[in-house]
Every structure is written in C-alpha cells, then in structure tokens.
C-alpha cells in the first residue's frame, strides 16, 4: 500500500536524499506536511496525499490515547525516525524480506529466497551491504517472465541485528574448494541468513581432513593438470 505517499510518478520527492531508511525521509515530509495543518499546497510541494495523510494523523492520535490509557502514563514522545529502533523494527516486520548487494554500491539485489531485486532510482539508500525491500514491486517481462523484482523503499540493516533478533534464521558454513584459477583450496566461513549469504572471512586454520578432500576432489577431476608427470 502508497499510505500517504501521492499518485504514481508523483511521489515524495526523495530522489536526492541519501538515508538509511526511506521511510525516515517519509516520517520527516509527514511532520512538515502536519505543521502546515495538511495544507493542500504543501501536500502538492512535498508529492503527499493530504487527505490520506490526515487519515494517518488520526489513526496517530487513536494509538496515542489507546497507548496513553494502556500503560496508565503519559505516552513517550516520537524519536528521532532516522535512529536505529525504526530500522530494527522493520526488520522484525518483514524478516523474509532481507536482501544484499550484488556488489559494493550496486542496486542490484540478491533477495532471500534467491530471487533477484534492483533499488529503485527513488529510494534514498544507497549505502549497506544488507537492506530491507520495505515496498517491493514484482516485475514482469514479454510473455508474464518474471524478472527483477523492483525496491522502491528501503532500508538499511545490520548483519549483526540478524544474529542478535533472528538467530535461528542465521547458520555459520564453512566452504573449503579447490580454486583451479589460483591452484591452491580456498577456505572461508560463511554466515548465512536463511541460506542468503550476509558475511565472509577467511578460515585461518581450516580442519586438515577437508582441506585433502578439496585437494583428492581436484585431482581426480583433473589428474594430468594437477599431478604432471614431467
């Protein structure tokens, strides 16, 4: 769902802004948009939707009150959007929804589950190995093919998060290969979450026994290359 955002191609205008979260930059043209009263004009200047947005801020002052009469106190006041609490929330929102960059930098997205995704030209995240696809939009190709799904809110996340907050999702796997390029076994520790890979190092003293299987595996899969007679 748009939630307070306007039509397609009139969104917030967002595409210069850098963050770590996209929904934080929403959150900041929410409160411009609120102290205007939900004027009109400055919906039209900030690309919202004022009705839906004053629809948010009622929904707002229920939960306030609700929360108010709950915890028998006065309610604490909003933090700062762009803190860490918010995107370790998202994060328990959408926990399937984990995906790391291709490369340093890149858009591109390898999403759990192994389906791809590419960051929207909207969304403000561009730094961070791991991001959460907070609105993601399937993509269709000639014919219905699938292709790279489309991420148009992000937001940023730690590795260190999925370890502390979703610890069954998260397994260590050593992979010890023969690397034919370099002639010699490579040996790394993998962290995965959910079979995605989030983090690699590695492996300074890796278990003898492995390390002669990578070694026999090569050999007998090339025997004249890597046993020469000469």
């Known amino acids: 769902r748009r939630g307070f955002e306007g039509p397609p191609g009139r969104g917030p205008v967002t595409d210069s802004v850098r963050t770590d979260c996209d929904l ?3 959150a900041d043209q929410y409160r411009a948009l609120a102290s205007s009263g939900f004027s009109w004009p400055r919906a039209e ?18 939960l306030v009150k609700l929360a108010r009469h709950v915890l028998g106190r006065e309610a604490a006041g909003p933090e700062d959007p762009q803190d860490r609490a918010l995107r370790r929330a998202l994060l328990a929102g959408f926990p399937d929804r984990v995906g790391a960059r291709r490369a340093p930098g890149s858009p591109r997205l390898l999403m759990v589950g192994g389906r791809g995704a590419v ?5 403000g995240v561009h730094e961070g190995e791991l991001i959460i696809a907070v609105d993601l939009e399937d993509q269709r190709g000639p014919a219905g093919a699938s292709t790279e799904s489309r991420v148009r809110r992000a ?32 040996a790394v520790g993998l962290l995965t979450y959910r079979s995605l890979a989030i983090g690699r190092k590695p492996l300074l003293d ?17 025997p ?7």
């Open 45 to 62: 200047a900030l690309g919202l939707d004022a009705g839906a947005a004053r629809a948010v801020e009622r929904t707002h002052q229920r």
């Open 206 to 222: 890796p278990p003898g026994g492995a390390v002669a299987e990578a070694l026999a595996a090569a050999v007998l899969e090339d």
């Open 119 to 123: 960051l929207d030209p909207i969304s």
């Open 155 to 186: 937001s940023r996340i730690e590795p260190t998060w999925l370890q502390e907050d979703r610890p069954d999702d998260v397994a260590r796997i050593d992979e010890i290969r023969f690397d034919p390029g370099r002639g010699r076994v490579e």
């Open 224 to 230: 004249e290359r890597r046993l020469p007679l000469d």
């Open 24 to 26: 934080a930059v929403l």
